[in-house]
């Protein structure tokens, strides 16, 4: 029996899948963060290495075909996938290719992926164009961090009564069990990790919408606005 695996990672989690010639799935694994720019390299070699335990399974077989999507180094998890297994081939695939074939089931197309960051990709044959991708400080418009972050901005306007009110306000006292709305600045600067802890603002954001809230559906919509901008660019070019 041959036995595959996918892998793709990025600024929120990484996430491995082995399976057989049918596409049946046999297990997975899912771990923390292992973005470079984000993520201290230790941290990352664990997350990769329970992603791969957890995949793997007690699972000893060679594997015919490892394919790899992640702007973590893809040596390492190669390097320790090897530990525990054979791999006959690897096949290295950028974010956007993998993501249109996976949408499209085509080779060309257009990909505006928003996770944690965002970036948009035109995939033709061997050409590869990509606008975005910044990073949290400079870019990531439309994304997860993005929408996060303009979700506190608003919450935080709606608490010192300087924009429109609110609930984000209320659910993130509740999310984080805040004694006020003041304490969101202790868990956001003295954390290892901010970006994901504002990335991770967006469902908030997402449900408060669906209750009817204009600041959170502002944020919703400005995000699209964001991407749309993104992908137009890409176009012209």
Known sequence: MDYFITVDGGGTKIVSILYDKDYNMVSYGIDGA??????????????????????MDNHKSKIKRLYISMPGPKKLFIDLLEEITQIEEVVCLSEGRM???AGLFNPRGILALAGTGSGIFYIDGSIELHVGGWGAILGDEGSAYYIGREGLIGAIKSYENRGPKSMLESLIVEKWKLESMWDITTLVYRSNDYRNIIASMAPLVTRAASMGDEVAKDVLVNAGKELAELTLSLIKK
Not at 34 to 45: H, S
């Open 99 to 101: 993501g249109v074939l």
């Open 34 to 55: 292992i973005n470079p720019n984000f993520t201290p390299f230790e941290e990352m070699r664990q997350a990769m290495w329970r992603c791969i335990r957890k995949c």
